[in-house]
């Protein structure tokens, strides 16, 4: 169970209570920057810490793109963001770090920090043994809730009579608090009640999207594809240690090819299902974050740790596609599905394909992906795909399958039963600095 926490600009509270959660907010930001996701990567570190402490002093005005873009990159402040995205390219892989973080934690930490997809402005979220009061909860008064709106005059009615008492003694005082305390937590008891009767919550598109893996009684299965990875044997290594004097080093190290003499077929062995790309093992994590939020249950899997019974009783995320055989037998009888090694295909419109494009120095600028979501009988258990042709297209589709704002943008455009139909979306994925920074649809079919 947990408090989250957004701050905006006026909030009022004690100062004791401001000074308490804002040491437990900069310690867990200490935290996060020393830990493995972000020590490497000085960009990220910044722009984290000047959103958390920007959030934390309710500047929203200094929250904004081009601003962070010339504060914190050094840009111009004329600068255009539509061809230079740096923002928004460093705050996707602040948010693929944070999720890397907390899934690698041994235990829920104190305060989680998080910035949704689409915002500058980050949320704490606290744990239930540090949770601020209610009555230091920090909301905006423009933003309270329906319950709250109605609970406040009999808040203000109790803290009135408490202040308001004549001096009594000290076990009169203590019983006339705890009948108060009673009355006012019957009180909000009803009203919750009535208020979420009279305003239940309404489905949304996200909530449509993923009905048939949430409503599941089964854990949701993620599945991930395995690379094939060419190794030096050990007796090529032992031999250019001893010609470079290495003796000390262990087995990871580079090797200068130039001088590593010639190389024949027993210089190489191949590591099967033993290795998964950085791009899939983030798709992971973005899925799997989202999954915990909503209290879904899940199981990870990769290599070969899969089978027939497991996609037909219980639902099932597949990531990765060249990668994923899984993956490729699912899509290839549908209409968009993977061919050559670089491409998507569109079975029934043959003049439309999708291929990945390299700059000359070699970086990918252009990567596609397929969302597919395949239902069961009766719109039972389902089988979703994020795979895209590289790992970038992995990345982003998964940031889509999890991102409500791009699924209810994505539902505006669709037709009447979308989320009662079988589905695939083909996603084209922007990549800058060796990062997707944006995505958009290029082509969807409905079943």
């Known amino acids: 169970m947990s408090t989250e926490l957004g701050l905006t600009p006026g909030f009022a509270v004690t100062e004791q209570r401001a000074t308490a959660e804002t040491w437990l907010i900069e ?14 990567s000085k960009q990220c570190q910044d722009l984290l810490r000047y959103v958390v402490q920007h959030s934390l002093s309710g500047e929203d005005n200094l929250l904004r793109e081009r601003v962070i873009g010339t504060t914190v990159f050094g840009r111009e402040p004329d600068y255009d963001t539509a061809n230079d995205p740096i923002v928004r390219a460093r705050m996707a892989e602040v948010r693929k770090r944070l999720a890397q973080y907390y899934q690698s934690a041994e235990q829920s930490p104190p305060v989680a920090i998080e910035i949704l997809p689409g915002h500058y402005l980050a949320r704490f979220r606290f744990s ?8 230091d ?12 709106k109605a609970l406040a005059p009999v808040a203000s009615t109790f803290t009135a009579a408490v202040l308001e008492a004549p001096p009594r003694s000290r076990r009169f005082r203590t019983r006339f608090i705890l009948l108060a305390l009673l009355v ?17 919550r309404q489905e949304t598109a996200f909530d449509r999207f993923w009905m048939p893996a949430m409503k599941s009684t089964m854990p949701v299965l993620i599945y991930t594809g395995t690379n094939v990875v060419y190794r030096f044997s050990p007796e090529f290594l032992d031999r250019y240690r001893r010609m470079h004097h290495l003796e000390n ?23 099967n299902n033993a290795f998964v790309t950085t791009g899939d093992v983030t798709a992971c994590a973005t899925i799997v974050s989202m999954l915990v939020r909503h209290g879904k249950p899940y199981e990870l899997r990769y290599a070969g740790d899969i089978s027939h019974g497991d996609v037909h009783s219980t639902p099932v995320v597949l990531i990765g596609a060249f990668n994923n055989s899984w993956t490729l ?29 390299v700059s000359p120095n070699g970086t990918t600028t252009d990567d596609y992906a397929i969302i597919s979501r395949l ?28 991102d409500p704002e791009k699924i209810s943008d994505f539902a505006r455009t669709a037709p009447a039963g979308w989320d009662r139909k079988n589905l695939q979306i083909v996603m084209h994925v922007k990549v800058v600095d060796e990062s997707p920074v944006s995505s958009d649809i290029v082509a969807v079919h409905y079943w």
């Open 184 to 200: 006012l937590l019957l009180a909000g008891f009803a009203t919750v009640v009535a208020v979420r009767s009279l305003h239940p």
């Open 137 to 148: 909860a920090h909301h905006d008064a423009d933003e309270a809730s329906e319950p709250e």
């Open 128 to 135: 239930a043994d540090t949770a601020p009061a209610p009555n």
């Open 27 to 40: 310690e867990a930001l200490h935290h996060i920057l020393e830990s493995a996701p972000f020590h490497n």
């Open 329 to 357: 037998n699912v899509t290839n009888p549908l209409r968009f599905t993977f061919s050559e090694g670089n491409t998507i295909l569109d079975r029934y419109d043959k003049s439309r394909s999708w291929a990945v494009r």
């Open 375 to 402: 239902l069961g009988p009766n719109g039972g258990e389902s089988i979703m795909t994020a795979a895209g042709i590289g790992h970038y297209g992995t990345q982003a589709a998964s940031e889509f399958l999890s």
């Open 249 to 271: 080093n262990g087995p990871e190290f580079n090797v200068d090819l130039k001088t590593a003499g010639p190389l024949d077929a027993r210089d190489l062995t191949i590591s």
